[in-house]
């Protein structure tokens, strides 16, 4: 039989093993692997030698994945709740179903009771993201959430503000820069985000090697801290800390007001802005010594080239929209934004901000929420509030409820909240690899594909790779069971509703542009377009295209194919396209908008209450991601504990020591877990990684205990942060106590 169903010469020529190169999708590097198979079954993964960029390199995760494609925990077939269990139903019966108390739904409810969660493993497949938005457009959903709230969507608001470009996130030259600023990540544990670098220890450490400087800002001395400059601050901080920074630039002339007048409007009153915020003022909320800021401030300004990169520690915050703006704003004030070494803007692979901007599909404050009144951020609004939409009474109640590749009962504040709202749905259908926390009383549980089991481009990824790239890989092994892909499920969904993604509105631009593509094919106006279909329409129309053969070497899907091991497409992002990615009508920066002036001006730190004396804030560890691998025997061995970092003078004040199982408290929830004793964390501080508490179909997951953090962290409304939605994480107040 064909493992791969592409009949290539090896199942012709009976060769029983088959080695395969793909690249994984488990986090943003997107390593390259070669994958085995046998009889249609994955044997092992090994990092691919002859990736461009990840050149053999893969981590502990990225190999475990084949425990997970073989787990024999994983769900593949469809599955129905019966009481407190479930029973296996065939496809038919599952979506014919769901599709009747969809429509019945709408007829009592209308469409605006439905909703969706998508979670972080769909950024991953194009697919699966595209189908999304398509059916959220031809479904016209508003109940729309995602994993972006409790991750990024300020980073794309800052975006918004600054560039009138949602979505166009400068990022790191890390081949060129001379002085790296990080606050809030750790890449040699994360391997990078809102970044897409293989192998980034070692673009990290070829910096100081060249003689330039790493200096990372985070409350925990990180595994990346370890290796460089480290700046212990205190927990949601960065906002006192950048404003001082650009307060010393200004005091001192060391801004670059050539790159201001070029580049920028609203200089002078970011300027005035900023004055109050001294390395004095500031240092009882950071932290940290004035003399440490300000010489920071100046070696940054006066270097060569400079960086500056925040990732989840500085989204996680009360003021994530204002830390994300400050980032860039230190970054052109001090001449560094898209310029060599400094942070620059990559090319998109296929035209989506373009064709987003001219269409106006989705964008931000477009709509606002019933709950909180929240602005859209990307057709989506915060996961933090999902709960209370569902339990809220009143026209626009969330009734039914999709999710695919998320776990938002694990991700989201306030999780106990959301696993009741959960049970007062009257629809909840999930679509997943797994039984996890959040579908566990779901109605339906649609299985999935694993990313082997479906081709795949990673769109969003090239624009934020400092060395443009791409990759374009077919399924690696047919769906186990009767695993079936995303898209094809929404499809299947929509067709019961009287709905079809990619058929909107005939005013609009991509139904007459389908309309076009339908002529052109054989079959006429029956074919309904398939992923691949869209993606090399939109590969080949877009900035590296072959414009159908006018542009010589340009992309398309079957070039791709023609490099299975990944195409490197330029040396380096290349600079001075600062025009071309502004969209406010001025064609400048703007540095000073309303909002962001407004967030400086009350800007003020939470009051230290004696009885939550401590702040909490999360962190990653190498062989877990997100909630989803603790069923991978591989990354489990050695009795692997969820465990709370905590400074050893904080555990003596209250008596705990390592080992001891300890009570953590914050006004809004408390959990129990076992104490870990590191001066890695700075007094004051307690990490506890996210993730943990499993109580799915995932056995070895579940009984390796630990709790859920998120459970200490609150959805009030007035607890998220109200720019971009973002669920407040990090830095929330505790206390301590043996259990
Ligand atoms: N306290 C705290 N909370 C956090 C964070 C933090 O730093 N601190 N980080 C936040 C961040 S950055 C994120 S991204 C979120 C993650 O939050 P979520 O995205 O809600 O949850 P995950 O744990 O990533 O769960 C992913 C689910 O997708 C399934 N899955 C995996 N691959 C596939 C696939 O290909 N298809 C389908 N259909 N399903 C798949 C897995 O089985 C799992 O059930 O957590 C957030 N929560
Ligand atoms: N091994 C592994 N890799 C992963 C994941 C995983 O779960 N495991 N998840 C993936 C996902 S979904 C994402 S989004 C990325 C995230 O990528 P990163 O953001 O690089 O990952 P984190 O390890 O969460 O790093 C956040 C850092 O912020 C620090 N921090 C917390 N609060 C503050 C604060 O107030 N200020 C400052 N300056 N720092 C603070 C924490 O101590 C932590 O070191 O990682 C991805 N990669
Ligand atoms: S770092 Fe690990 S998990 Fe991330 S893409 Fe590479 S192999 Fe996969
Ligand atoms: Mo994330």
Request: proline letters at 7%; aromatic letters at 6%; glycine letters at 10%.
């Amino acid at each position: 039989m064909c493992c791969c169903s592409l009949w290539s010469r090896c199942c012709l020529e009976g060769v029983s093993q088959r080695e395969i190169p793909t690249y994984c999708r488990i986090c943003e590097p997107l390593c390259g692997l070669i994958a085995t198979v046998e009889d249609g079954r994955l044997v092992r993964l090994r990092a691919d030698k002859e990736h461009p960029l990840s050149q053999g390199n893969a981590c502990p995760k990225g190999i475990a994945f084949t425990e997970i494609q073989n787990d024999p925990d994983r769900v593949l077939y469809p599955l129905r709740r019966t009481g407190d269990g479930f029973e296996r139903v065939s496809w038919d019966e599952a979506l014919d179903d769901i599709g009747g108390r969809l429509r019945a739904l709408i007829r009592d409810h209308g469409r605006e009771s439905l909703g969706w969660y998508f979670g972080n493993p769909s950024s991953f497949s194009y697919s699966h993201t595209l189908w999304i938005v398509g059916f959220q457009l031809a479904a016209g959903l508003r109940h729309v959430y995602s994993a972006g709230s409790q991750d990024v969507n300020n980073r794309f608001v800052a975006s918004q503000l600054l560039y009138g470009s949602l979505i166009s996130v400068p990022v790191p030259d890390l081949d060129r820069t001379d002085f790296l600023l990080m606050l809030g990540a750790n890449p040699v544990v994360s391997h990078g985000s809102v970044m897409s670098v293989p192998r980034i220890r070692e673009k990290l450490t070829a910096i100081p090697r060249r003689g330039g400087r790493v200096v990372v800002v985070d409350p925990r001395r990180t595994e990346t801290a370890r290796l460089f400059e480290h700046v212990g601050i205190r927990p949601d901080a960065d906002a006192w800390l950048l404003a001082a920074m650009l307060q010393v630039i200004f005091e001192e002339g060391l801004a670059d007001e050539q790159a201001l007048r070029r580049q920028a409007s609203g200089a002078s009153e970011l300027r005035g802005a900023v004055a109050r915020f001294t390395p004095e003022a500031t240092a009882e909320v950071t932290g940290l010594e004035p003399d440490r800021v300000r010489a920071l401030a100046r070696d940054l300004a006066r270097a060569d080239s400079a960086a500056v990169y925040g990732r989840t520690g500085t989204c996680l915050g009360r003021h994530a929209t204002l830390v994300a703006f400050l980032i860039d704003a230190l970054a052109l004030v001090t001449g560094n934004l898209d310029a060599p070494g400094g942070v620059v803007f990559g090319k998109e692979l296929v035209a989506v901000s373009e064709l987003n901007a001219r269409l106006g599909l989705i964008g931000y404050g477009k709509n606002r929420s019933r709950i909180g009144d929240f602005p859209d951020v990307l057709g989506t609004f915060p996961a933090a509030i999902m709960a209370k939409e569902m339990t809220t009474p009143g026209p626009g109640r969330l009734r039914a409820l999709f999710t695919s590749a998320g776990n938002p009962v694990s991700s989201v504040p306030n999780p106990r909240e959301l696993a009741s709202a959960i049970k007062q749905l009257d629809l909840h259908v999930s679509i997943d690899l797994y039984i996890n926390e959040t579908n566990r009383g779901a109605d339906y549980i649609l299985p999935a594909t694993t990313f082997l089991e479906r081709d795949d481009i990673p769109l969003p990824f090239t624009a934020l790779s400092p060395t443009p790239y791409t990759q374009y890989t077919e399924r690696v092994v047919r769906p186990y069971g009767e695993a079936r892909e995303e898209w094809q499920i929404i499809d299947a969904i929509a067709t019961r509703i009287g709905v079809q993604p990619f058929a909107f509105g005939p005013a609009r631009t991509p139904a007459r542009l389908l309309g076009a593509l339908r002529r052109n094919l054989p079959g006429g106006s029956k074919v309904r377009p398939t992923p691949p279909l869209l993606v090399d329409l939109a590969l080949r129309t877009g900035p590296y295209g072959d414009l159908f053969g006018l542009r010589r070497g340009g992309l398309s899907l079957r070039k791709l194919r023609r490099h299975p091991h990944g195409l490197v497409l330029a040396d380096a992002i290349a600079t001075g396209v600062l025009r071309d990615v502004v969209q406010h009508k001025d064609n400048r920066v703007h540095l000073a908008p309303a909002e962001i002036l407004a967030e400086l001006r009350f800007l003020t730190a939470i009051p230290t209450d004696p009885a939550y004396p401590l702040r909490v804030i999360g962190m990653r560890e190498l062989k877990s991601h997100n909630s989803w691998m603790h069923n991978a025997e591989p990354l489990m061995r050695g009795n692997r504990e969820h465990a709370a970092r905590i400074n050893p003078e904080d555990a003596a004040s209250v008596g705990i020591s390592t080992g001891d199982r300890c009570r953590v408290t914050s006004p809004h929830g408390s959990i129990e877990v076992t104490a870990q004793l590191t001066d890695d964390m700075t007094p004051g501080t307690v990490a506890i990684p996210h993730g943990w508490g499993h109580r799915g179909g995932w056995r070895r997951a579940n009984a390796a205990g630990g709790a859920n953090p998120n459970d200490l962290m609150s959805t009030a409304t007035a607890d998220i942060e109200h720019l971009a939605g973002m669920s407040n994480l990090n830095g929330i107040p505790i206390r301590l106590d043996p259990a």
